[in-house]
């Protein structure tokens, strides 16, 4: 009896003990150093490892870390394999699929490229080149959301990606600066490549499957619970430099002349400095002695002499400051020269780029302030687009209204913005706005105008926790930083203004194919139409989008040069007469290219007529080789052809068109693309991607 009473005693201990610590399995990058580093006993180490340890320890859980290629990892987990992915970066793609964790590190992401090359500053400037990232990375999604010309190369690992640029396999990537900095450093290459200004800086978080809410909330209970102390002592710990496999004497030779070289300019710099000091000091002596002479013979004037004195000094102290107040406004000009080489870059994209780097050279001119924000209007609403210090993402989620915008003229030094707002806000609104700004004491609101019409403003805060005030020379300053964003946003406006004459001049050729063949009368727009619809049904992005409708719109532009009565014959075409016809996406292709505007839209042209099994024309590709958007046109097209009346048919049923399609899935069409274009026009489909 005493023996079975043991037995579940021990029974209970066991179980209550397994209840109480709760084993978490997390996965990770092996390559992704120094945040996760793989042991050569197959042990993980790193800054993530590290930390969900400490947070586990302190929220009542112990962890397991695995890792492996990131492919891979994401793969296990969402298998189920593993519970948490320790360190990931926030996309919407990814919010769909994954829960996120609160984020608990920033890390900025940089273009590494080779020294031949000029600069590399916006995502245009990646459109040149083969761009290496790692596969199914951010970065990944980052370019093909918002670079879509960019020529990707995918690696499995970041070891991978940067042994490839080391090797000259690729000369440009995309990588997250602390890891790639560490490869290049492990294998002595850093200064073979330059670093472009952070394209963008992303929080990490850790991530569950959606089943997992406990869990969740497991891992935010150890987040909150590591202290700010603690989580300096592990950034120490692991933000350091590599060994690296070879002393870099080049370098050390390169640095000591460097260093030579200023000790050399130290030293001439002090002799010249010192013959002026000598010279200023006789100078000095000699005024001296002949005020001295002149005290002594005047003795009577000894008060009106020491105001004189006095009145040099001040003067001596004067100059200093003004020497002080000329270099910097050198720094401030040489911001502001490098502020405007963005404008008419910026103009050609979004607005996002320029508005951070005219924010980030405010507060580095403009020294005394602190936080700062910019704001467009659209009609009557208010809308915050950038801000440093205040919490951006919930400014954006307030609803408010261009008269409640704090501006007097045209620029305004305001005391306590908040309490300024008040007459204008309800209590909601002045309750939100004061959550989501950081305290303020002082602020300069500036308007952005084009012309006479105010169509934003800047906001330049000091802290109400600092004892600094602007000066004139800050505002100064900051109306001139606003006449550059001014600038930009005419700019921007002109650029969109003259996208649309051009779209107006194409719609007017489309008017002209028309009248001279009335029979495919709204073809070109139903293409157009057909064509955006399935490219958005397929998840591609916005800018390729607006050029798959432009093409499907000029599609057919080059039967202007066929004969309206071949155009119109009633019966089957010749051999003779269905070659001229075979020649109209060539003379359209031809008619367009001398637009640099409508390159890309000219290959698309070019090869509508392609067929999947390599039996179309003008060139017979097949497959692959034949463009992703000439596919997608070639489907709109023949789809609206087959349910519209022609001279030699009579219109098909939505119903046989389909079938038809489906038909020749794998000899005229895509056969991937062909599926999901009919399960778009029967309603059935999800937004899915087959690129």
């Given at each position: 009896m005493r023996f079975r009473f043991v037995l579940f005693f021990l029974w209970i201990a066991t179980v209550t003990m397994s209840i109480a610590t709760l084993q978490v399995r997390f996965v990770g990058d092996l390559s992704y150093v120094p945040f996760e580093i793989l042991e050569s006993d197959g042990q993980a180490k790193g800054y993530f490892v590290d930390f969900w340890r400490l947070a586990g320890k302190k929220a009542g859980f112990s962890v397991t870390y695995e890792l492996c290629q990131w492919k891979d990892a994401l793969a296990g987990f969402e298998q189920g394999d593993f519970d948490v992915v320790g360190g990931i970066f926030y996309s919407e793609q990814r919010s769909k699929r994954y829960l996120f964790s609160k984020p608990f590190l920033e890390i900025p992401t940089s273009v590494f490229y080779r020294p031949h090359i000029d600069s590399i500053v916006s995502l245009r400037d990646l459109q040149k080149y083969r761009v290496g990232v790692v596969e199914?990375?951010?970065?990944?999604?980052?370019?093909?959301?918002?670079?879509?010309?960019?020529?990707?190369?995918?690696?499995?690992?970041?070891?991978?990606?940067?042994?490839?640029?080391?090797?000259?396999?690729?000369?440009?990537?995309?990588?997250?600066?602390?890891?790639?900095?560490?490869?290049?450093?492990?294998?002595?290459?850093?200064?073979?490549?330059?670093?472009?200004?952070?394209?963008?800086?992303?929080?990490?978080?850790?991530?569950?499957?959606?089943?997992?809410?406990?869990?969740?909330?497991?891992?935010?209970?150890?987040?909150?619970?590591?202290?700010?102390?603690?989580?300096?002592?592990?950034?120490?710990?692991?933000?350091?430099?590599?060994?690296?496999?070879?002393?870099p004497w080049a370098l050390i030779l390169v640095l000591s002349l460097i260093a030579f070289g200023v000790l050399i300019s130290v030293f001439i710099w002090n002799s010249v400095l010192r013959r002026r000091i000598e010279a200023a000091i006789r100078t000095i002596k000699e005024q001296n002695e002949r005020l001295s002479r002149q005290n002594l013979a005047l003795t009577e004037n000894e008060q009106q002499f020491e105001g004189v004195n006095q009145q040099l000094l001040a003067t001596t102290e004067d100059l200093e400051k003004t020497l002080l107040q000329v270099e910097g406004l050198n720094y401030t000009m040489f911001e502001l020269i490098e502020l405007s080489k963005l404008l008419s870059e910026a103009a050609q994209g979004k607005d996002q780029t320029f508005f951070e780097k005219l924010l980030n050279t405010t507060l580095t001119v403009i020294p005394s302030a602190d936080y700062g924000s910019v704001s467009l209007f659209e009609g009557e609403d208010w809308r915050f687009v950038y801000a440093i210090g205040h919490d951006l993402a919930n400014l954006k989620t307030l609803r408010l209204k261009k008269s409640q915008f704090t501006l007097e003229g045209k620029i305004s030094v305001v005391e306590d913005i908040i309490s300024d707002n008040r007459p204008k806000m309800n209590a909601t609104e002045l309750e939100k706005l004061a959550q989501f700004t950081k305290p303020i004491a002082h602020s300069i609101v500036i308007g952005l105008f084009i012309g006479e019409s105010l169509v934003g403003g800047i906001s330049i805060d000091i802290s109400a926790y600092s004892d600094k005030r602007f000066t004139q020379r800050d505002t100064e300053v900051a109306q001139a930083l606003s006449n550059l964003a001014s600038g930009f946003l005419a700019m921007q406006r002109y650029t969109i203004a003259q996208g649309k004459f051009q779209k107006d001049l194409l719609m007017g050729m489309i008017k002209i194919l028309e009248i001279y063949d009335p029979h495919t009368k709204g073809h070109s727009e139903n293409v157009a139409s057909l064509s955006a619809r399935f490219a958005e049904e397929l998840g591609i992005s916005s800018d390729l989008i607006q050029r798959i409708y432009w093409a499907g719109l000029v599609h057919d532009i080059g039967k202007i040069l066929v004969s309206r009565e071949l155009l119109g014959k009633m019966g089957p075409l010749t051999s003779s007469e269905y070659q001229i016809i075979q020649n109209h996406p060539v003379w359209g292709a031809e008619v367009l290219q001398s637009s640099d505007e409508l390159s890309d839209i000219v290959l698309y042209i070019r090869h509508h007529h392609e067929r999947w099994d390599g039996n179309g024309y003008p060139n017979r590709l097949e497959r692959e080789s034949i463009p992703f958007v000439s596919r997608i046109i070639s489907l709109a097209d023949s789809y609206d052809a087959m349910i519209s009346d022609r001279p030699y048919r009579k219109k098909k049923t939505v119903e046989c068109a389909l079938k038809d399609i489906l038909n020749n899935a794998g000899k005229q069409f895509d056969p991937s693309l062909a599926k999901a274009f009919c399960a778009m026009i029967e309603g059935k489909s999800a937004k899915r991607s087959v690129i």
């Open positions: 199914q990375d951010y970065s990944q999604e980052y370019l093909e959301r918002n670079a879509g010309k960019a020529n990707l190369v995918l690696y499995p690992t970041t070891e991978a990606l940067v042994l490839a640029a080391i090797e000259g396999e690729i000369s440009v990537f995309l990588c997250d600066e602390p890891v790639a900095l560490y490869w290049l450093k492990a294998y002595s290459k850093a200064q073979d490549f330059k670093i472009s200004p952070p394209f963008y800086k992303n929080f990490v978080y850790a991530v569950v499957r959606p089943d997992q809410k406990e869990l969740l909330d497991l891992l935010n209970r150890g987040i909150d619970l590591i202290t700010e102390e603690e989580q300096s002592n592990l950034e120490s710990t692991w933000f350091g430099v590599p060994k690296t496999h070879t002393i």
